[in-house]
């Protein structure tokens, strides 16, 4: 049955049974799903020929990049596993343009590597970006600690190129900025998880490399006056503010078990920290003065020190060297390492509007304590958009017990007006959250639009859309 | 027939006879199509009832807005014409989420009128802004000067509400950054130009408004070095450039002719004049000094001074008061007035990479000058962003002459890879283009599509997609 695609990719680009297994596993090595096999296609011609194929055959489909997915949406039992992983060109770089065109298989980092050189970033950051695969990041609009100044992923995305299930290219590789012509197909294929295609590669957005990063933690009593302290800074520097990260008392706790030999960032607990980042273009502000000091770090130390006077915040630690800057992030980046201290764990991945995230964390706690007055919880948080990853470690792992624990937190995200999937997607992890809460209108929407362009449903079945 | 809809919206709502002919008319009045009736809904739920009558009776709609649109988008013989006009309630502004939420028929200026004295701005201007309603721009994803800084129309909606073909209203009016949770539905309804449903409300970005603007006009021999004139001042201003818009020694010419009584810009006609504007956030850079001067107007000063020096500019004109400002913009805002002097006339309304502006002029000046010698042209462009307003005035009104003209254009457009339609949308205007240049695999996708989810084909027909 395999011959052909054999014979289309080369043998040595279809594997099945040893070779195959590595693919069927998620992320953290705690699930698996065998695959039927595992085709490396080399080109956006032979990804079209294997679409062909499965749509001929009915076989279904899961494109796969990195395997950094946090919502199973890249496993399937008996599934063909298309790996991008060969397809890792980088087409061009147009630095006078600010653009890159990319191939779906490049790792996010070699990305980053790729137009340093040029002064230039591309501005999707987030844990796993050494190994996740720009077509995942696509696939499942990734967002990460910079949403709050560039967007998400779908936001650095100028054009597109994917195999849809019939196995037809589309191709809307285009290095615009505005292109008002049809349906934007762009928008529909980022975030579609790979259920309505396969998206082989892109033209990406560039910015400039900040000349200069001022990176404080502040630590304030409560979460209250946070968005107020965001727009301030945001007015003081032009809006130049990269990250706007959330860590209560509780979290720091948790980090300096996990790592023993590191400090405390402040001598007093405070209730809310909040790590700072603010990215300076400008040479005026990048360009360090006769006596050494960065002009942009001290323009946010004046900002702090006058909301300190203020009594709105009670503390504050800023970076004055790279190594500080550092151990600040350190802090943040071991957001998954944090929450993995404990099992069973159940991790929400979960938005509201910026104005209401401290009513939701306030919701949220309560909402547990009456189910469950013994679990605890990790939190860490994107403030500036909203996005918190909310981390239950509940008593029992009772299947009934976990599910009123997440229905209850999604009645709190439905009163703040929130999204119960903020970064990760639905995969397979989310579809009964998504048959339950996403507005049922919307819901059937979706399901015409994936009917009507994979009616044979090869395309990752089983993921996104909840059975009806 | 119509007195269903009269004892649903109140018989003052549907309009019929000499009350619905103004409806008819596009903006320029220069073409009628006289439509069955008018209706005017005063709800999501009004407009949902219409909807669904239409569906039952396989009657085409057409939703309305400010009637501003460019490409026919709003017109239809015999279609019953949805006016969202009574829908103009701004329904809750929020300065600390900086968000606003308005209804479809708030007119743009009105939105902008409403957060001004929250020190906020809702980024999108352009010429008709003070008649067109957002809803009209929802459904065009409409541009304007600001697009470098801000985005297109879909770049500041978090939130949409419409009403699709069937008549159900899908409700997606979140306030969030992050929402991964399915087919993003909202940029598929932004640009659709009406044809997948009425959209009824949104959830509008809202930005900090600058604190002070430098606005410059700029003259140079050519335009090969306007890119990296760009990217310098972006650089020198931490990225703070609103607007780079281009005319051509042309177009200031044909701008004189218009308004006798204004001044020219310089001493010296320049082939490439380019329109700066700085919008500046940070109190270092907007409070006055001692001396009266304004700091980002003095850093554009000295970057302007230092391209003089080395010869990139040949001249510039700095606005030291609001009234040289105006005067700056007046020229560039007469745009359609003096495309209009002249007559007959073919807008080419096209999109490049912003690095093939100059190859893209000089190859369509070529092609025109083959097939019409003496035909003139009126150019303007928001270079910034790659897009052009290529005006023929052709030497003969004979159609499959214009028919040649048109496709010859399309065929620069087609070799810088750019777009034929940036931000006017394709309407019935630009149907055959459509049918010629876009890549067929999106155009079956876009038909499958619009027979998902508007299966009796009521919503706009004729607009958008051409027949097969």
Not at 317 to 344: D, G
Not at 399 to 409: G, M, N, P, Q
Not at 427 to 443: E, N
Request: charged share 20%.
């Amino acid at each position: 049955m395999l011959d052909q695609l054999r014979s289309c990719l080369g043998p040595a680009h279809v594997l099945t049974g040893k070779d195959a297994e590595p693919y069927g596993w998620d992320w953290g090595h705690e699930s698996f799903e065998a695959p039927l096999a595992v085709v490396r296609p080399g080109s956006t011609a032979e990804v079209a020929e294997v679409v062909k194929w499965a749509n001929a055959t009915g076989t279904p489909l899961i494109p796969l990049g990195g395997r950094t997915g946090m919502a199973g949406g890249g496993q399937g039992e008996g599934a063909l596993v298309v790996s991008l992983e060969r397809m890792n060109r980088i087409r061009d770089i147009r630095p006078d343009a600010r653009s890159i065109v990319v191939e779906a298989g490049v790792i996010i980092a070699k990305i980053h590597d790729a137009v340093e050189p040029h002064g230039l970033i591309f501005p999707l950051f987030f844990g796993a970006r050494g190994s996740a695969m720009i077509g995942g990041a696509l696939a499942t609009n990734a967002g990460g600690s910079n949403v709050l100044r560039y967007g998400n992923t779908r936001d650095l995305v100028l054009g597109i190129e994917a195999v849809l299930p019939t196995g037809e290219v589309v191709e809307l590789m285009h290095d615009l900025h505005k292109n008002n012509s049809g349906y934007d197909l762009r928008h529909l294929l980022i975030g579609s998880e790979g259920t309505l295609g396969i998206i082989t590669g892109a033209v990406l957005r560039l910015r400039p490399k900040p000349g200069a990063y001022a990176t404080a933690l502040v630590g304030m009593k409560s979460l209250a006056p946070a968005l107020d302290l965001l727009n301030r800074i945001q007015l003081a520097t032009g809006g130049a503010v990269e990250a706007f990260e959330y860590m209560p008392d509780t979290y720091i706790t948790d980090f300096l078990r996990l790592r023993p030999e590191a400090r405390a960032p402040f001598a007093e607990n405070h209730k809310a920290n909040i790590l700072i980042e603010i990215g300076a273009l400008a040479p005026r502000d990048c360009v360090p003065l006769a006596d050494g000091s960065v002009p942009i770090v001290s323009y946010l130390e004046e900002v702090l020190a006058e909301l300190h006077d203020a009594g709105v915040i009670q503390d504050a630690l800023i970076a004055t060297s790279e190594a500080q800057r550092s151990e600040i992030w350190s802090m943040r980046e071991a957001a998954s390492e944090v929450a993995a201290m404990k099992k069973p764990l159940m991790i929400m991945d979960v938005a509201v509007p910026v104005d209401r995230m401290e009513a939701f964390i306030f919701k949220a706690n309560i909402a547990l304590a009456d189910l469950d007055p013994s679990a605890t919880t990790s939190i860490v948080a994107h403030l500036g958009d909203g996005n918190i990853h909310y981390t239950i470690f509940p008593t029992s792992t009772d299947l009934s017990h976990k599910d009123r624990l997440v229905e209850a937190i999604e009645d709190v995200v439905v009163e703040m007006k929130g999204s119960f999937s903020a970064e990760h997607g639905i995969g397979t992890h989310k579809l009964s959250t998504m048959a339950r809460r996403k507005d049922p209108v919307a819901l059937a929407a979706m399901r015409a639009i994936k009917g009507a362009l994979d009616p044979r449903g090869i395309m990752n079945p089983g993921k996104l859309l909840p059975g009806e």
